[in-house]
């Protein structure tokens, strides 16, 4: 079952269950698979593929996310909860990400790679290489962090 299959089950399910939350997050991700179509100037009645769409809910938990921070800095706690309940819903989908210690002996073989010596001015470079071994599987928040933790 592709995964914009699994998403329209989820939207069967979650209307016969009378869940708003699950209904409203699930229509938002559809409708944004049917933006991105458009936006790629194809058709809005073809399916992206499983890697599109993964792109486009990673796209829309890291909205999300923003939206939790800028709502906990503003004390409404209340639509907070409600952002964090659409992310857990989100990640579901989400395939599984790479741990900071597996991420640690990438950029490590990285460095090594590029003779064992990295300064600071070589972090970017650094970045794009282990980005590109590592695109969909870590974050890239994650991997800077750990860049950043390495090249001190």
Same mark, same amino acid.
């Given at each position: 079952?592709?995964?914009?299959? %699994? +998403?329209?089950?989820?939207?069967?399910?979650?209307?016969?269950?009378?869940?708003?939350? #699950?209904?409203?997050? $699930? /229509?938002?991700?559809?409708?944004?698979?049917?933006?991105?179509?458009?936006?790629?100037?194809?058709?809005?009645?073809?399916?992206?593929?499983?890697?599109?769409?993964?792109?486009?809910?990673?796209?829309?938990?890291? %909205? /999300?996310?923003?939206?939790?921070?800028?709502?906990?800095? @503003?004390? /409404?706690?209340?639509?907070?909860?409600?952002? !964090?309940?659409?992310?857990?819903?989100?990640?579901?989908? +989400?395939?599984?990400?790479?741990? /900071?210690?597996?991420? #640690?002996?990438?950029?490590?073989?990285?460095?090594?790679? +590029? @003779?064992?010596?990295?300064?600071?001015?070589?972090?970017?470079?650094?970045? @794009?290489?282990? !980005?590109?071994?590592?695109?969909? $599987?870590?974050? @890239?928040?994650?991997?800077?962090?750990?860049?950043?933790?390495?090249?001190?």
């Amino acid at each position: 079952m592709t995964l914009y299959e %699994q +998403l329209k089950e989820e939207l069967k399910t979650a209307m016969k269950a009378h869940d708003e939350t #699950a209904l409203n997050t $699930v /229509r938002g991700i559809l409708s944004a698979c049917t933006n991105e179509l458009v936006a790629t100037k194809r058709s809005p009645q073809e399916i992206l593929c499983d890697e599109d769409i993964i792109t486009v809910i990673k796209r829309a938990v890291k %909205q /999300r996310k923003d939206s939790v921070e800028q709502y906990m800095k @503003g004390n /409404r706690s209340d639509l907070a909860q409600v952002e !964090m309940a659409e992310i857990s819903l989100l990640e579901k989908y +989400l395939p599984p990400t790479m741990g /900071r210690d597996d991420i #640690a002996r990438v950029v490590k073989s990285k460095i090594e790679d +590029l @003779g064992g010596i990295v300064d600071k001015s070589k972090k970017g470079m650094l970045m @794009g290489i282990v !980005m590109n071994e590592l695109k969909g $599987v870590a974050d @890239g928040n994650d991997v800077k962090d750990v860049i950043d933790e390495l090249l001190v």
